[in-house]
């Protein structure tokens, strides 16, 4: 299968100034195609025009500003419980902890990790929901021989220790998935790429492919559909997962060549890759609730806010906002389409009616210069 891991080096466009950013918002100029595959521009004040239907929602992208610069590929990013958040560089193996105003602190840098040279390295990280006590960050990572899952200790200035919780998750360039984070439930989930081997998202003995679920040890959690690690398959290379205000799993993924994909994720379903991109009629195979076209898309984290999903798009150069209403999801609206390059990571602040957004232009596709990628703060209203 070909790899389709994102789109190829190229300039882009300066980014606007913050005046020119305040300019371009109220002109509706930083909007962009609603829908799947639509490429019919529709301004801001057409967005706020059609906020709330069907599910009452009342919060869109209103205001956007930057929080921090001088990044090189950051790539997860977790709350601690003082408001500030912790956050990984792909290819320095760096974790820096970054307030709201903007003061970045290098608080570590994580051990046995090597690059692929492609899409692995230093991947997702999660602050226990135990910190105050356990002191425990959790992280994703390329090793020398696969992809691993650890537990480090953060005293509140540096990280220290090092064990290791999983092993054996296949790894390659391409296709590492990477995100982890903690669920409602209190356990913790993981993303899993196929490793460019298809073959291995539907192989229940592989953790490959997968969404992995377990308890803060790194063990099978219970209930698991399988009695293993894993919660769902057939996976091609997830990179975000989040929950909506129900408790519901919602997972954005890549596609091969024709089809990204937004699944709202439960316990032992299968996904359909290799055997479906998107949307198919194969028995046993679990439908996307969205889809994209890989140039529209190439999705990397998601986040729920306000009634609401946020994907961050790679080489679709965007923040797609797509409204939930139950298990049901809205019509996508694109923002900032093409204004700050590529994508990565999109949470929710603790407390706010606001995101964080950050871009990995200085990845390997991204055409520019280590120290390019920034962080921003998304208000919504």
């Given at each position: 299968?070909?790899?389709?891991?994102?789109?190829?080096a190229?300039?882009?466009?300066?980014?606007?100034?913050?005046?020119a950013t305040?300019?371009?918002?109220?002109?509706?100029?930083?909007?962009?195609?609603?829908?799947?595959?639509?490429?019919?521009?529709?301004?801001?004040?057409?967005?706020r025009?059609?906020?709330?239907?069907?599910?009452?929602?009342?919060?869109v992208?209103?205001?956007?500003?930057?929080?921090?610069?001088?990044?090189?590929v950051?790539?997860?990013?977790?709350?601690l419980p003082?408001g500030?958040?912790l956050?990984?560089?792909?290819?320095?193996?760096?974790?820096?902890?970054?307030?709201?105003?903007?003061?970045?602190?290098?608080?570590g840098?994580?051990?046995?990790?090597?690059?692929?040279?492609?899409?692995?390295?230093l991947?997702?990280?999660?602050?226990?929901?135990?910190?105050?006590?356990?002191?425990?960050?959790?992280?994703?990572?390329?090793?020398a021989?696969?992809?691993?899952i650890?537990?480090?200790?953060?005293?509140?200035?540096?990280?220290?220790?090092?064990?290791?919780?999983?092993?054996?998750?296949?790894?390659?360039k391409?296709?590492?998935?990477?995100?982890?984070?903690?669920?409602?439930?209190?356990?913790?989930?993981?993303?899993?790429g196929?490793?460019?081997?298809?073959?291995?998202a539907?192989?229940?003995n592989?953790?490959?492919?997968?969404?992995?679920?377990?308890?803060?040890?790194?063990?099978?959690?219970?209930?698991?559909?399988?009695?293993t690690?894993?919660?769902?398959?057939?996976?091609?290379?997830?990179?975000?997962i989040?929950?909506?205000?129900?408790?519901?799993?919602?997972?954005?993924?890549?596609?091969?060549?024709?089809?990204?994909?937004?699944?709202?994720?439960?316990?032992?379903?299968?996904?359909?890759w290799?055997t479906?991109?998107?949307?198919?009629?194969?028995?046993?195979m679990?439908?996307?609730?969205?889809?994209w076209?890989?140039?529209?898309?190439?999705?990397?984290a998601?986040?729920?806010?306000d009634g609401?999903?946020?994907?961050?798009?790679?080489?679709?150069?965007?923040?797609?906002?797509?409204?939930?209403?139950?298990?049901s999801?809205?019509?996508?609206?694109?923002?900032y389409?093409?204004?700050?390059?590529?994508?990565?990571?999109?949470?929710?602040?603790?407390?706010k009616?606001?995101?964080?957004?950050s871009t990995?232009n200085?990845?390997?596709?991204g055409?520019?210069?280590d120290?390019a990628?920034k962080?921003?703060?998304?208000?919504l209203g």
């Amino acid at each position: 299968m070909a790899s389709h891991p994102h789109t190829p080096a190229r300039r882009r466009p300066p980014a606007l100034t913050a005046a020119a950013t305040a300019v371009a918002l109220a002109a509706g100029l930083l909007g962009a195609a609603a829908g799947t595959g639509s490429a019919t521009a529709r301004s801001e004040t057409t967005a706020r025009s059609e906020r709330g239907t069907g599910s009452g929602i009342d919060s869109v992208p209103s205001a956007i500003r930057t929080v921090s610069s001088g990044w090189t590929v950051p790539w997860g990013l977790s709350w601690l419980p003082d408001g500030s958040a912790l956050l990984t560089e792909r290819d320095s193996f760096k974790v820096f902890k970054l307030t709201q105003s903007g003061t970045r602190t290098q608080v570590g840098t994580v051990p046995n990790v090597v690059t692929t040279n492609g899409e692995g390295g230093l991947l997702g990280i999660a602050v226990s929901p135990n910190w105050n006590s356990d002191h425990y960050v959790y992280l994703m990572h390329s090793a020398a021989s696969d992809n691993r899952i650890v537990r480090m200790t953060y005293d509140g200035s540096s990280l220290s220790g090092y064990k290791v919780l999983v092993t054996g998750i296949a790894k390659n360039k391409y296709h590492n998935g990477g995100r982890i984070k903690f669920g409602p439930d209190g356990y913790l989930y993981a993303t899993t790429g196929d490793a460019q081997n298809s073959s291995l998202a539907q192989d229940r003995n592989s953790l490959n492919g997968k969404i992995l679920r377990m308890t803060t040890d790194g063990k099978a959690a219970p209930g698991n559909p399988f009695g293993t690690l894993v919660y769902s398959l057939g996976h091609r290379n997830p990179q975000g997962i989040t929950w909506d205000d129900q408790g519901r799993l919602w997972e954005a993924e890549f596609g091969n060549s024709t089809y990204d994909e937004l699944n709202l994720i439960e316990s032992g379903k299968n996904y359909g890759w290799p055997t479906c991109e998107g949307t198919c009629s194969t028995s046993g195979m679990t439908n996307p609730k969205r889809q994209w076209t890989v140039s529209e898309a190439s999705p990397s984290a998601v986040a729920y806010a306000d009634g609401a999903l946020y994907m961050a798009a790679l080489r679709g150069e965007r923040l797609w906002r797509i409204p939930v209403s139950g298990t049901s999801a809205g019509t996508p609206v694109a923002y900032y389409t093409s204004t700050y390059g590529r994508l990565r990571t999109v949470e929710k602040l603790p407390g706010k009616n606001a995101l964080w957004l950050s871009t990995t232009n200085a990845d390997n596709n991204g055409g520019e210069p280590d120290g390019a990628d920034k962080v921003f703060q998304v208000d919504l209203g």
